[in-house]
């Protein structure tokens, strides 16, 4: 599977060949009655497809950019002293895909002296492949195994909180959530609809302009990484709770960048 011809490929390029050998791994899994499910040390679960389908990335970026640096969720760091860093996320979405949900991607990003660049996500169960790169734009695959129905994808036009439609991921009692739960309750009194699409997918649908903004408090950097740059190039914005923009924080809001400042009023007053 692993390809000695593929240095000469741009960074796009081979981001989308990785997402392709993820594709073939992962649907392999899917599904499978020997899917083999174990609980990690944050109880989060993880499966045989996460580990291989990262495996298999990084074995082929060790062949075709041998001097960049890899972060994944599975595996940790290579960590040389690079400006290069490829963020793998194998499967996005773990616990959709072990309970035959099709809403599950595999998300690869590079980032470049701290800017991410290049960003894939990848969902073969939904046949949709998402795709950037910094000044190219933000495109859509609608059906993988025909890559040439691909468009151009941009966000939203809605200007006006009463006029939106958001996302907002499952709520959980811990931590901090308790008093950010009450003010999602609060915004979700000020717009038009609601729902709860999750993971990748709620970002991808503010990117193609189908909801105006979605919201997740708790995010890893593998989790954002190639969402960010795909949401930006789609004309959008892409920060944490705060408003810091880039994948820095513990959470994200995507949206089509006018309603951008007013969610976040919402969320942080006093």
């Known amino acids: ?10 960074d796009l390029e081979l981001a989308l060949k990785l997402a392709d050998i993820a594709d073939e791994i992962s649907m392999a899994r899917y599904q499978a009655i020997d899917l083999v499910v174990e609980t990690k040390p944050d ?34 760091s290579k960590s040389e002293a690079s400006s290069r860093e ?3 996320d194998p499967i996005d979405g773990t616990k959709n895909f072990i309970r035959s949900v099709p809403v599950w991607a595999t998300l690869i990003a590079l980032r470049q002296d701290g800017e991410i660049v290049v960003g894939v996500v990848s969902s073969p169960a939904l046949a949709k492949r998402w795709y950037a790169s910094r000044g190219g734009g933000a495109f859509l695959i609608d059906n993988i195994k025909k890559s040439n129905q691909v468009k151009k994808i941009n966000c939203s036009k809605v200007k006006k909180l009463e006029d939106a439609s958001i996302s907002i991921s499952s709520f959980d009692k811990k931590g901090g959530w308790v008093n950010l739960q009450e003010k999602l309750l609060k915004l979700v009194d000020l717009i038009w609809r609601n729902r709860g699409y999750g993971d990748f997918w709620s970002h991808m649908l503010v990117a193609e302009g189908a909801i105006d903004f979605a919201i997740e408090p708790k995010l890893a950097l593998w989790d954002m990484a190639a969402l960010e740059i795909i949401v930006k190039e789609a004309g959008g914005r892409f920060s944490d709770l705060s408003g810091n923009d880039g994948v820095n924080g513990s959470g994200a809001i995507s949206s089509n960048g006018l309603l951008h400042n007013l969610v976040l009023e919402q969320i942080n007053n006093a």
């Not at 599977?1 to 741009?10: A, G, K, R, V």
């Open 1 to 10: 599977m692993l390809d000695n011809n593929w240095e000469s490929l741009t």
């Open 43 to 76: 109880l989060t679960p993880v499966s045989d497809a996460d580990r291989a389908v990262e495996d298999a990335i990084r074995n082929q970026l060790l062949l075709s950019r041998k001097s960049d640096a890899i972060i994944g969720e599975e595996f940790g």
């Open 86 to 88: 490829w963020i793998i």
